[in-house]
Nanobody, 118 residues
Framework: QVQLVESGGGLVQPGGSLRLSCAAS????????MGWHRQAPGKERELVAA???????NYGDSVKGRFTISRDNAKNTVYLQMNSLKAEDTAVYYC????????????WGQGTQVTVSS
């Protein structure tokens, strides 16, 4: 069984920064994609950023240039550095791990709240 444990959410003022972490444990294929999605009240869940085990990255348009995703493969951990935060970044942020082995394996964390407010 795979578990994803997120940390680092909280309250921050507009223009501030936060760093999210997500540690994966369990039986995990080394070749995988880890990422962050977010969901604001009344809105659909959307991709924030994703990174492959080889280091290729993909970002949602609204966070490009402000957020940076990285990972430590030895620790099965993914990070999201969020800078220049805006009120519209307020959401629950979910960590995701995905890999294909015979079938698609898709795992989610429990979510961590990020609130950007003065």
């Amino acid at each position: 069984q795979v578990q994803l444990v997120e940390s680092g959410g909280g309250l921050v003022q507009p223009g501030g920064s936060l760093r999210l972490s997500c540690a994966a444990s369990g039986s995990i294929l080394k070749i995988n994609i880890m990422g962050w999605h977010r969901q604001a009240p009344g809105k659909e869940r959307e991709l924030v950023a994703a990174i492959t085990s080889g280091g290729l990255t993909n970002y949602g348009d609204s966070v490009k240039g402000r957020f940076t995703i990285s990972r430590d493969n030895a620790k099965n951990t993914v990070y999201l550095q969020m800078n220049s935060l805006k009120a519209e970044d307020t959401a629950v942020y979910y960590c995701n791990l995905n890999y294909s082995l015979g079938r698609d394996h898709d795992y989610w964390g429990q979510g961590t709240q990020v609130t950007v407010s003065s």
